[in-house]
């Protein structure tokens, strides 16, 4: 156990359509960052959140964007959702920003028809 | 720039031992080493820095090699418990927590 939760655990939507995964990071950590895993593949960076503000960004398209609230918690959106979102969605907290070790929570699983 | 690990899978007996490698490309600033169980979080397992340091934690030890750009893991006495896919993350310079993943290693440790 990570302390790390995602809600919600499943999530089927259809293309077009908008989604929000929620994440809430380990107490005291301040730094989440997303992760997108295809079947198959290893965890691909979206983005981070430190101190509620993005600080870094993978190369996704800006229809992948999130927030971070005060509580440290965050939020992932993806508008016009294609069949290639299709994945698991990976939060992960940490205590700083760079180059810490990542507690991870058990995922997201979307699935776009 | 993904990383490449090798071997791709590997199937062990209980108390062998194995070694997976994770290639780069590119510079590194440090590597990160991950183990994901089938259907749950990738779980923490050691961070190596720039210095050739080896680190280990009970029996699953690590070395790094930044002017090769490689890493190595190794597992001593697998148990069952360390079934599962392990993933390299390397990261350059820049102050966020970004890793890039490698391809994985599918390691299987039957009784």
């Known amino acids: 156990e990570t302390g790390v939760t995602q809600s919600p655990t499943h999530l089927i939507k259809t293309r077009g359509q908008q989604v929000t995964l929620r994440c809430s990071s380990q107490?005291?950590?301040?730094?989440v960052s997303w992760y997108q895993q295809a079947l198959g593949q290893g965890p691909q960076f979206i983005f981070q959140y430190y101190r509620e503000e993005e600080n870094g960004r993978g190369n996704f398209p800006p229809r992948f964007s999130g927030l971070q609230f005060p509580n440290y918690s965050s939020e992932l959106n993806v508008n016009a959702l294609e069949l290639d979102d299709s994945a698991l969605y990976l939060c992960?907290?940490?205590?700083?920003?760079?180059?810490?070790?990542?507690?991870f929570g058990s995922g997201t699983q979307l699935s776009v028809l | 720039q993904q990383p490449v690990q090798s071997p791709q899978a590997v199937i062990l007996r209980e108390g062998e031992d194995a070694v997976i490698n994770c290639s780069s490309s590119?510079?590194?600033?440090?590597v990160h080493w991950y183990r994901q169980k089938h259907g749950e979080a990738p779980v923490f397992l050691m961070i190596l820095l720039k210095g050739g340091e080896q680190k280990g934690h009970d029996k699953i030890s690590a070395s790094f090699n930044e002017k090769k750009q490689q890493s190595s893991l190794y597992l001593t006495a697998s148990q069952l418990s360390y079934s599962g896919t392990y993933f390299c993350?390397?990261?350059?310079?820049?102050?966020?927590?970004?890793?890039?993943f490698g391809t994985g290693t599918l390691l299987a440790v039957q009784p």
């Open positions: 107490s005291g950590h301040n730094t």
């Open positions: 993350g390397t990261k350059g310079g820049g102050a966020t927590n970004k890793l890039i």
């Open positions: 590119k510079a590194l600033y440090s």
């Open positions: 992960a907290s940490s205590l700083g920003g760079s180059g810490e070790k990542l507690f």
